[in-house]
């Protein structure tokens, strides 16, 4: 069983950035589809980007333009550049395939202060 390890969160002011990885313990290489979901207190986990195999991106309209999806096969690794953050991003952030998910890892919490 694949298991995922969140990093990179942390306290940042408004306007700040900060850069998650996911690594797995297997190899990512033949998922189609990768994502990125988070989870603020009393909401529901939302998927906020994806990435697929060939590398093409999608993203929820609130993080458009400020979120980028990556993904490193070579070292079972996606990425999450958030740029321009607001407080309305506080939430824990996941990574996990979007369709036959893997059991979720613990997350990384990201927090922004206003």
């Known amino acids: 069983q694949v298991q995922l390890v969140e990093s990179g969160g942390g306290l940042v002011q408004t306007g700040g950035s900060l850069r998650l990885s996911c690594a797995a313990s297997?190899?990512?290489?033949?998922?189609?589809?990768m994502g990125w979901y988070r989870q603020a207190p009393g909401k529901q986990r939302e998927l906020v980007a994806v990435?697929?195999?060939?590398?093409?991106?999608n993203y929820a309209d609130s993080v458009k333009g400020r979120f980028t999806i990556s993904r490193d096969n070579a070292k079972n690794t996606v990425y999450l550049q958030m740029n321009s953050l607001k407080p309305g991003d506080t939430a824990v952030y996941y990574c996990?395939?979007?369709?036959?998910?893997?059991?979720w890892g613990q997350g990384t919490q990201v927090t922004v202060s206003s």
């Open positions: 297997g190899s990512i290489a033949s998922i189609n589809a």
């Open positions: 990435i697929n195999s060939g590398g093409s991106t």
């Open positions: 996990n395939r979007v369709s036959a998910r893997y059991p």
